[in-house]
């Protein structure tokens, strides 16, 4: 539902026909499986096993000699079954999926509306044509007072057509409006394309005339699925594994470049110098030095005074300065560019396994808590499973957040809900197994009873 409101405004007045609206439907239900998946199974468990404990069977089971654990054996097998199978869908059926679905929203976001006249407004959804009608009967079938206005040689209101009365209707083909004017007539000006020069225009009376306007425009063209192809939730984890690599070495290149412009600024060499041989000094052994490269002096006038000479240096190493900023800046920037699709990446391959992860680990929440609890039905169970969903949903988008803000790593952005659920699923399966009184208000009634009673005596 949330969807179908958010594009309803796309889909309204386009004459898409129900086929396309339920594929549309069906792919884009498939791609909320990750978000529903895991809800499912915690309210199913929670359910079995409240009904199980509320009908004392149970108390039943155990009296048999059978613990909590075994009786979770055959369930646990198959949420194992189930998120082997979470992972194959969320491999390989979801992206297609998503492929799929949003490339026919988006060819129908940009189909033309179905041509709508109203009187008085001049309709111009048709290329190359605007059209006027005055008024219409009550079945719509009759249009008054229409005025066609011919655009399709680019040359302005040149071809103008009137009619008293008139009707439209759609080609066979569906691909032409064949609209049938009577009583009415059409005034053609005649442009020199080359000088300009108006020349005297033909007018036409007529009794009935028939114009054919092409409604190729109005048709659902399917979109080039490549367009939409390279987007990270369209990719499996081989595709993934690959872009990755991809920026990893234009991040890589960069970081070179950058390296390579601040040695050649600041540590490049001239030519080779050419050497002489130093007078031996009594304190130092001889040395071949370097004679100064005369490329690299800077040529200008000898300074007045030390003070001018001191500004000079000065004034040059702050435009150094500044111009090193600059290059840091616009690097450190580039670097960040290339940082976010790697991070978002690396988020969407590791939603991958989380799926499967997320599923088991609610099913080890809600089973435990069902026995608790010991209510079944669509009540307490319900309310217990849409607390602790929001629970998990709010820690997942917390935690993506933060991953794409580059406050942790997408490692932890995306194990962060799982890995916070899974003490409570280790605590609520201890409980239950121990047959503890975790929701029982006496249990914690009793001792302040108890204290009471003491301070009395």
Known sequence: MQFLWKWFEDFVGKGIDVFTLTEVVFYVSLTLVPMALPLAILLSSLMTFGNLGEHYELVALKSAGLSLGRIMRPLTVFILGVCCLAFVFSNNILPFASLKGWTIVHSIAETKPAMNLKPGAFYSGILGYVIRIEGKSDDGNILKGITIYDHTQGMGNTRVTTAESGSMQISDDKKHLIVTLKNGHSADEMVNQNTEISHPYTRTHFMEQRVRIDLRGFELKRMDEDILSSNYDMLNIGQIE?????????????????????????????????????PVSPFKPSAVLPLPNPEMEIKMAPPANDRQKQLLVLERAIQSARASKTDVESYMQEKENLIQPEVSLKLVWHKKFTLSFACLV????????????????????????????????????????????????????????????????????????????????????????????????
């Open 242 to 278: 690959d872009e990755l690599d991809s920026l990893k070495r234009d991040r890589a290149e960069a970081g070179a470049f950058f390296m390579n412009r601040v040695n050649n600024k600041f540590f490049r060499q001239g030519p080779p110098h050419k050497t002489v041989q130093r």
């Open 362 to 457: 609610l099913f080890f929440i809600g089973a435990p808590l069902g026995a608790i609890i010991r209510k079944g039905g669509l009540g307490m169970p319900a309310v217990v499973s849409i607390l602790l969903f929001i629970l998990y949903y709010i820690l997942s988008i917390t935690g993506e957040k933060f991953a794409k803000e580059l406050i942790i790593s997408p490692f932890f952005g995306a194990w962060a809900a799982p890995f916070i659920l899974l003490p409570l699923g280790v605590f609520l399966s201890w409980k239950a197994t121990t047959d503890s009184t975790l929701f029982d208000a006496n249990a914690y009634l009793e001792p302040v009873a108890k204290l009471f009673k003491r301070r009395r005596r």
